[in-house]
């Protein structure tokens, strides 16, 4: 596709139940990145991929987060028993370039999560 | 933990004036980038910086890395109504591609 592509772009949870967000990288792009975004701030690195390796989850704020991208393309982020402190927007990134253009990374519009 | 701070948080300014805002760190960056966030959009990539004292620009953008590295600047010249928005910048952690964000600047513009 020409660019990244989140769904749904909103959601609306009761706390307690579980919410599952769907990322679309661009195609090739062999990296894949998850942030969460409170409101007022900048975003906040959660979990990266590279192709189906998950390299680094050390931004996952709890277990009950949980982060895949089976076959290296499409990635899930998956939250269970959501709590109102779950309420932002998750944003999903994606980049391919090798050498210094490897840090470019290509942001969807985001899912805001909204816990009631 | 690396830290980015911009300044200023938010500007108020006339439609056909120049913008400066900067981001700071304690900490050496070897690339930065300058994002724009638009209300219900994820952020756009504008301007990607990679040596000490560069000078990019892009259309009325120009971005510039700081010779101390820890430090970047970001202008806009003749300032028009869809430069609205919140500017941020990122660098990537070391050794890591993971990227850390400053809490933005928030730009309106006064027709």
């Known amino acids: 596709g020409a660019g990244v592509s989140q769904s749904p772009r909103y959601k609306v949870a009761k706390r307690g139940q579980d919410v599952a967000l769907r990322c679309d990288p661009i195609?090739?792009?062999?990296?894949l990145f998850w942030y969460q975004q409170a409101l007022g701030q900048g975003p906040e690195f959660l979990t990266y991929f590279q192709n189906e390796a998950q390299l680094d989850k050390s931004g996952l704020p709890s277990d009950r987060f949980f982060a895949e991208r089976p076959e290296g393309s499409v990635s899930t982020l998956k939250i269970q028993r959501t709590q109102q402190e779950d309420s932002a927007v998750y944003l999903c990134a994606s980049s391919s370039r090798s050498g210094q253009g490897v840090n470019e990374q290509y942001f969807g519009p985001g899912t805001r999560l909204t816990v009631t | 933990g690396q830290q980015l701070n911009q300044s200023p948080q938010s500007m108020f300014i006339q439609e056909g004036e120049d913008v400066s805002m900067n981001c700071t760190s304690s900490s050496i960056f070897n690339t930065w980038l300058w994002y724009k966030q638009e209300p219900g959009e994820g952020p756009v990539l504008l301007i990607a910086l990679y040596k000490a004292g560069e000078l990019t620009s892009n259309g009325r953008l120009t971005a510039q890395f700081g010779i101390t590295r820890k430090d970047s600047f970001l202008n806009i010249s003749a300032s028009i109504p869809s430069d609205v928005g919140i500017y941020f910048c990122a660098g990537p952690r070391i050794s890591a591609q993971k990227l850390v964000f400053g809490q933005g600047t928030r730009l309106t513009i006064n027709p």
């Open positions: 195609s090739g792009h062999v990296s």
